[in-house]
């Protein structure tokens, strides 16, 4: 029998970790359990932007604030290679000014500073980006952390405040009395709690059924690729803007680790949805591959002999309206924050805070409403 | 990009490799062999590309071999990396001549073995290596690794190199074997006739190595620029290292350490065949039917050292079997194919029963993983330190993937083909789990760095 805590979360990836570290500044007693490795599924593969750029116009306040938080964690814990390298998104064609406009008017008016650059401009932010782009906007707040050490320092963080941490130890069940969570079942063992959150990306929903909660996430294959390791070749996170239709519209990273190796991927428009198992992580598929290598050396025509690495599979939490279900749902002291969508790595820190809020029952800074578990169901009923 | 279209595609060739070719394309099956080498041979029947007189038999037999199949209509690929095999077995290669295709019915895995290698203080010196690589300098040019060796580790294999070595004009000068001949390893090696004259014969040249030790292990590499002495303690029989009484040989060049081999599993560890452990057979292994070399994933088979290291007679068996079964599997078979399989199982079992007890035997002490100190570097392409390893484990990741993730050891260009059976060991010690339990880091494609140009190529779509 493992000892009992005030509240269990349900996940070691970075959202679980941001919530047990905002929780344990509340001075709450709390159990961290995961099923693997801390950070080992969804949140490791992760391309860990930290930015507001060309994102979720309702969501901006909230961005803000998570872009703040972690350069907060960096400024009191530098040890997870946090660097604010800014972001530039290409254009290909002169068709995605528009769309690039917008995106810019937008961050303006919330007090942001981004700006569209030619593409001799952008030569001198990015020497290497030499490929025939039309212009790209430029955000100077982005910034990239290594998702595995970033997972670490929230953990060792809540952990110095008393955190508990238990891996390897899959949650199988929520345990009820009447209509009140009182703990979960893992492998380890029983775990009393008076509040559960679940923090388990793709696996989520699978949890919340056994206390016949309902939720509509489902896992979506990510993946991305690495060469190996570089001089320093890219200074900035380069991704492709996000255009309303367009021939090529699709989503692009590509950014160099501090360890040299440069991280990559492109996904083309209707190559998202793949459904699967996050339980069975399959290799990545050979259009994915092209795609990404197109499109990495389109924009770096000189990177053609850098050599390939490595590739990676995982299984992102996705929701009909790609923003996160944060907050209470179903039996009284269950609560949950998952539904990434592929970008719950900034906002993880701010759903950390909107759970501890919540728990500890004061006002949240945030509209909480976007991110309100029932909202689906809700608008049914209107 | 050329494409290949063929029966069977047979990844590594060396005697598994081509006993397999050979029984396959007898019965009939069109066969490519994909290899990395100059020339197919494997480490066992490794060609000399210079042309020079065979150093022994084995180049001979190697040799032979080799001929035999290209009599057979064999494609031989030879110089070629795979870098991928897709879920639809289409394999990815790249060769002298640029990147090609093969677009196989079914798939052999034969890719052999790797040194196994455990971090210790200054193993990162120059002029430190494996056996394995010692011999494959003497076999591919009559190259020695330094004009003063000392040959250490465990095992038989320490012998075979020093025979190689002794007939390059360069024989070792010190042999540091960290098993005591004892009881057991007579009284399995009478259960084996069939080996006494092999065995008679590499004792021979074990005995004319100036300076044999049985139960004393390398402690410590020494030198700045590269190894120029190396510290060796005594096992004492309850396994602990003496440090106390440990010695100092001065005046080498060389240091040629290893610890036995470990299957290299990483193309069927990507075709998500099924894997078991046992420290006997070299740690993980790809699982196979003994009697086909079928393993868990439709078309694919595997044999010789990557379904568990038992050497070159189970080499040759395990390929001749699944040779058979694959091709009887699409339809070609040959004359009497079921005594061809009833002979060669006949002969795989009492050799694999001869391997995995030499291996039990020579099973490398529990002490071993814990030579590196806290600043040894246990991963070299990362420049990782068990001091990092040890910190990462301690907080919580428990297993090698988790050590990996928090420090980044075996991420690097080798992706832990060197340094991830030592890391697995030293793990399991410092969580006091088993090496099994701490697991081993997937691969993923690509097998082998490859150019992005090449990537490119290979998957633009093609005409097949």
Known sequence: MVAGADVIVVGAGVVG?????????????????????????????????????????????????????????DAHTPTFEYDRCGQLRFLKQESELNSARHWIDVERNAGLAPELLDPAEVRRIEPLLTGPIHSATWSPNSAVVNPFLAVRMLLETAQ????????????????????????????????????????????????????????????RKAQCLATVSQPRSIRTVVGACKAEGGVDAGYTQIQQAMSGQILFNTVLEGGVTAHGSPDAVPEVDRAFIRDSVETLLFLFPSFAEIELLRSWVRYEAVTPDDRFLTGPVGPD?????????????????????????????????????????????????? | MKVFKTDIAIIGGGPAGLS???????????????????????????????????????????????????????????????????????????????????????????????????????????????????????????????????????????????????????????????????????????????????????????????????????????GTERVTAVRIAPIATNGVIAHDDAEVIAGIDALLVGWGFRPMIEVTALLRCRHEYDRAQGGWFCATDPKSGR???????????VTGIAGSVPARLSGRLAGLAAAADLGFIGSDPAAAQAEAVAKLMPARRFAYGLGRLYAPPESLAD??????????????????????????????????????????????????????????????????????????????????????EATREVEA
């Open chain 1, 17 to 73: 970790a941001a919530v047990a570290e905002a929780l344990s500044r509340t001075g709450r007693s709390v159990h961290v359990v995961e099923q693997g490795l801390p950070g080992g599924a969804v949140s490791g593969a992760s391309l860990a932007c930290i930015g507001t750029h060309m994102n979720d116009e309702e969501e901006l306040p909230f961005l803000k604030w998570c872009c703040d938080e972690w350069a907060a964690f």
């Open chain 1, 160 to 219: 110095a405040q008393g955190v508990r941490l238990t891996s390897r130890a899959p949650a199988t069940k929520l345990r009820l009395k009447g209509d009140r969570v009182i703990g979960v079942e893992t492998s380890a063992g029983p775990i009393d709690g008076d509040h559960v959150v679940i923090a388990g990306g793709p696996w989520t929903a699978k949890l919340a059924a056994t206390a016949g909660v309902d939720l509509p996430i489902v896992p």
């Open chain 1, 333 to 382: 002291g269950l609560y949950i924050a998952a539904g990434d969508g592929g970008v719950g790595f900034c906002r993880s820190v701010g759903m950390g805070r909107i759970i501890a809020d919540q728990i500890e029952g004061r006002p949240s800074p945030f509209r909480t409403d976007l991110y309100d578990p029932a909202r689906f169901e809700r608008r049914q009923a209107a």
């Open chain 2, 20 to 222: 397999a070719a050979l029984a396959a394309a007898k019965a009939g099956a069109r066969v490519d062999i994909i290899d990395a080498g100059f020339l197919p041979g494997g480490q066992y029947w490794m060609q000399d590309p210079t042309g020079a007189p065979p150093l022994s038999d084995q180049v001979s037999e190697g040799r032979d071999a080799i001929a035999t199949i290209r009599a057979a209509g064999v494609t031989i690929h030879s110089g070629a990396e795979v870098w991928t095999v897709f879920p639809d077995l289409k394999i990815g290669a790249n060769g002298p001549d640029g990147p090609f295709e093969i677009v196989p019915r079914a798939i052999i895995v034969a890719s052999g073995a790797h040194d196994r290698v455990m971090p210790f203080p200054g193993w990162t010196l120059p002029g430190v290596m494996t056996p394995g690589a010692g011999q494959r300098l003497a076999k591919l040019g009559g190259m020695s690794a330094g004009d003063r060796v000392v040959l250490a580790g465990s095992g038989p294999f320490l012998l075979a190199v020093a025979e190689t070595l002794a007939k390059i004009g360069k024989p070792p000068i010190a042999l540091i074997e960290a098993k005591r001949t004892n009881a057991g390893i007579l009284a399995h090696m009478a259960r084996h006739p069939a080996r006494w004259r092999e065995a008679a014969r590499l004792l021979a040249t074990a005995r004319a190595i100036p300076d044999r030790r049985a139960g004393w292990i390398v402690t410590e590499a020494l």
């Open chain 2, 295 to 305: 393993t868990s994933v439709e078309h694919v088979y595997a044999a010789g050292e």
């Open chain 2, 371 to 456: 030579l590196a100190q806290d600043d040894t570097v246990l991963c070299r392409c990362e420049e990782v330190t068990k001091r990092d390893v040890a910190a990462a484990l301690d907080a919580g990741t428990q297993a090698v993937s988790g050590a990996k993730m928090w420090t980044r050891a075996g991420m690097g260009r080798c992706q832990g083909r060197v340094c991830g059976w030592g890391i697995a060991e030293i793990a399991a010690r410092i969580t006091s789990t088993t090496p099994e339990a701490a697991g081993f880091n997937a691969p993923r494609i690509p097998l082998r760095p490859v150019p992005l140009s090449v990537v490119l």
